[in-house]
């Protein structure tokens, strides 16, 4: 089965930054997208970032462009959100999400719609 389990999250100063991991493991398709979510208390759940398996595009939310930069390291089954200048109105759960497909997915989605399995989230707060 598949299994997505975040990890690096805090409480930091505003202005500071956090390397937040996504270890991914049981899979058995060959295609597939790594998302990264984020959930604030009484808010609906927003895509921030994906990444291609294949090719290691990405797409960004204009929220958080200049701010967040997502990677991966195939070889450790890992992908990476990079947060940079983080603000008070980044305090969220943040989690990862897999979106399998028969064939090779060119563009992915942070459409929170498209993802099949997800992890159990890691908490991020901003906060002097």
């Known amino acids: 089965q598949v299994q997505l389990v975040e990890s690096g999250g805090g409480l930091v100063q505003p202005g500071g930054s956090l390397r937040l991991s996504c270890a991914a493991s049981?899979?058995?398709?060959?295609?597939?997208?790594i998302g990264w979510f984020r959930q604030a208390p009484g808010k609906e759940r927003e895509g921030v970032s994906c990444?291609?398996?294949?090719?290691?595009?990405?797409r960004y939310a204009d929220s958080v462009k200049g701010r967040f930069t997502v990677s991966r390291d195939n070889a450790k089954n890992m992908v990476y959100l990079q947060i940079d200048s983080l603000k008070p109105e980044d305090t969220a759960v943040y989690y990862c999400?897999?979106?399998?497909?028969?064939?090779?997915?060119?563009?992915?989605?942070?459409?929170?719609?498209?993802?099949?399995?997800w992890g159990q989230g890691t908490q991020v707060t901003v906060s002097s």
């Open positions: 999400a897999a979106d399998l497909a028969t064939v090779p997915i060119l563009r992915c989605t942070v459409v929170v719609g498209s993802y099949d399995y």
């Open positions: 990444i291609n398996n294949s090719d290691g595009r990405t």
């Open positions: 049981g899979f058995t398709r060959e295609h597939y997208a």
